[in-house]
């Protein structure tokens, strides 16, 4: 099974965070990258600075013939065709899409998998337990609802905008 997640807090050419999140799966699809199921978008505070605009968040489990290498490089065109110009780590951006499993590998990168910050991130957890409850950390092998349970209370304060 392989999961991405889509995240969103700039308008791109699609239109706000919500609509641009929308208009990547069509996109991702004509470049090979088919969602299989797609969770409800969420809303979270930024990270690391809540200042930030918020993010719309949403977790796919898709189908690909690509590696976890090419998978990432198409993903990140994907990002630039929404208009997604890397500059500062963690700075806000029109479209972030990241590979957080990839048929339950382990493997240092790139791409690392899994990613390396799914388990303490709850605009992930939620979206992705949503769409796969029974999936599990494949190092800690603990399930996303034991992650989500694990994560500071406020940390979990993410709300399904549809």
């Known amino acids: 099974m392989i999961l991405i997640a889509l ?3 700039l308008s791109s050419p699609a239109g706000p965070p919500a609509q641009t999140v929308a208009a990547a799966f069509p ?11 797609v ?3 969420y809303k979270s505070k ?6 930030d605009p918020p993010f719309i968040n949403a ?21 630039r065709a929404f208009g997604r110009v890397r500059s500062v780590r963690n700075a806000p951006r029109t479209l972030d899409l990241d590979i957080l499993d990839y048929d339950g590998r382990i493997e240092g990168g790139p791409p690392m998998l899994p990613h ?8 992930v ?3 992705l337990a949503e769409i796969v409850p029974d ?28």
């Open 39 to 41: 969770s409800r978008l």
């Open 125 to 127: 957890l939620v979206p």
């Open 59 to 79: 977790v796919a489990q898709v189908t690909t013939e690509l590696s976890p290498a090419a998978l990432l490089d198409r993903l990140h065109a994907v990002e």
């Open 46 to 51: 930024a990270w690391p600075d809540p200042n």
């Open 27 to 37: 996109v991702l699809k004509t470049n090979g990258i088919v969602p299989v199921k």
């Open 116 to 123: 390396p910050r799914i388990d303490s991130r709850a605009f």
């Open 135 to 162: 999936w599990r950390h494949p190092i800690s092998r603990r399930s996303a609802a034991e992650l989500i349970a694990a994560l500071p209370q406020h940390d979990v304060a993410i709300k399904s905008i549809v």
């Open 7 to 9: 995240g969103s807090n």
